[in-house]
């Protein structure tokens, strides 16, 4: 099995890396060939120098990610479980542990190639705005947080593997499940968005313009804040967080500072389009069977992956990204048709203008490029390319 998993982890390297050199080979020929019709040529030049730098960043990335995943599971697991069983802690706290030490040489290679992008990349084209201090307090306080989380769910799977009886798989995916439902209906509440600082909009003429759009939705119980992320980055973009009654539209302080006041009604009627077609509710059902089917895969191939259960789970949470990269294409698939299905409700309560408007400044706010490589944004372009969404727009 560990030769199974060593392949697996081989095929996801390769597949990854291929991908973002085609992303890079395809930033090199649409720049050959000048910005599109309308583009902002300084800004076409922009997007393309840190969209190819951010692909190779992404590249040396995967390799080292791949690298360590592959002495984890050669070895690493093992010597790993070996030092947390012995070290007298309850067998669950023992195994929640080896998981997030697992996680943790993980997490510090995506930190490093986070980093390179935002001090490397984006501070030198102007749109980082945080000090590496900050970065790092961040980065600390993710990474307790996570721990927090971790550890007590952690505990409890194992417990329910070891003494849940044959069932033990659903009664773990009912726990994670719930807990996910959960999050995403706190999500306002949780700690991730109140480091975040927000706030009700101060700008009364546009909060009660914004009041009417959403009334015109229907959605009248959904708050309004502005999220101030401007120490942070020049990037603007705009979300809705939460379930039902305490449901938020955030909206970035940068994008506000940028687009007028039609345009931000188009930011928010696309953003209680996604809110009137339930795509949150959706995405919460997708989740839901593809997690059913990993903790099925896990009774069925748990027992040949490690001598121990916390050995067993550590090796699926580590490969399960990497198998769940073959599914991408399907979400991602499913989440620009809800982009476009978003972008068709505004156009028809606030106008395509407006929207086409917003979206233009925002891609050049954001320094995004034209297109990408087909294959590529198939596997990683939850949103539809810019001139695509544009053109469907203004046909």
């Known amino acids: 099995m560990i030769g199974s998993l060593l392949l697996l982890v081989a095929g996801w390297t390769a597949l990854t890396g291929w991908l973002d050199m085609r992303q890079l080979f395809h930033l090199k020929r649409i720049r050959a060939d000048g910005a599109p019709a309308g583009w902002n040529v300084q800004a076409f030049e922009r997007a393309i120098a840190i969209g190819s730098a951010s692909a190779a960043l992404s ?18 697991v093992a010597a790993l479980d070996a030092w947390w069983s012995g070290s007298g802690l309850p067998t669950p706290v023992a195994a929640a542990m080896l998981i997030v030490s697992a996680r943790a040489g993980r997490s510090a290679v995506r930190l490093v190639r986070r980093a390179a992008i935002v001090f490397a990349v984006d501070q030198r084209f102007g749109l980082n705005r945080i000090t590496p201090v900050r970065f790092l307090v961040d980065a600390g306080r993710q990474a307790l947080l996570s721990a927090f989380v971790i550890l007590p769910l952690g505990c409890a799977v194992v417990a329910l593997m070891e003494h849940g009886g044959p069932l033990w798989w659903f009664w773990v995916w009912a726990l994670w499940y719930g807990l996910a439902i959960a ?4 999500a306002p509440m949780l700690p991730p968005a109140v480091f975040e600082r927000d706030a009700p909009l101060a700008d009364a003429v546009l909060a009660s313009r914004l009041a009417v759009v959403l009334a015109g939705c229907g959605l009248h119980t959904v708050a309004l804040r502005v999220a101030y992320t ?6 603007a973009n705009a979300g809705v ?8 539209i955030r909206l970035h302080d940068t994008l506000l500072a940028r687009l007028d006041p039609r345009e931000v009604e188009a930011v928010v009627a696309h953003e209680a389009g996604h809110m009137h077609h339930r795509h949150m509710m959706q995405h919460l059902a997708a989740q839901g069977m593809v997690g059913l089917a990993a903790v099925a895969a896990l009774d069925m191939l748990g027992p040949a992956m490690g001598a121990s259960t916390g050995e067993r789970l550590t090796l699926f949470m580590l490969v399960l990204p990497m198998i769940g990269l073959v599914a991408r294409p399907v979400m991602v698939s499913v989440r620009r048709r809800w982009e476009f299905q978003a972008d068709a409700f505004a156009a028809r309560l606030v106008g395509a203008e407006a929207l086409a408007g917003a979206l233009s400044k925002l891609y050049t706010l ?9 294959l590529h944004a198939a596997f990683h372009a939850t949103h539809p390319d810019p001139c695509e969404r544009l053109c469907r727009l203004n046909p």
């Not at 999050?183 to 706190?186: E, S, T, V």
């Not at 401007?230 to 990037?235: D, I, K, L, P, Q």
């Not at 954001?366 to 087909?374: F, G, K, L, W």
């Open 366 to 374: 954001n320094s995004a490029v034209p297109s990408s490589d087909p």
């Open 230 to 235: 401007s120490h942070r980055s020049a990037r």
């Open 241 to 248: 967080l939460g379930l039902g009654r305490i449901s938020r």
């Open 183 to 186: 999050r995403a209906w706190l």
């Open 59 to 76: 590249v040396a990335g995967t390799l080292v990610e791949g690298g360590l995943v592959a002495v984890l599971i050669g070895g690493g």
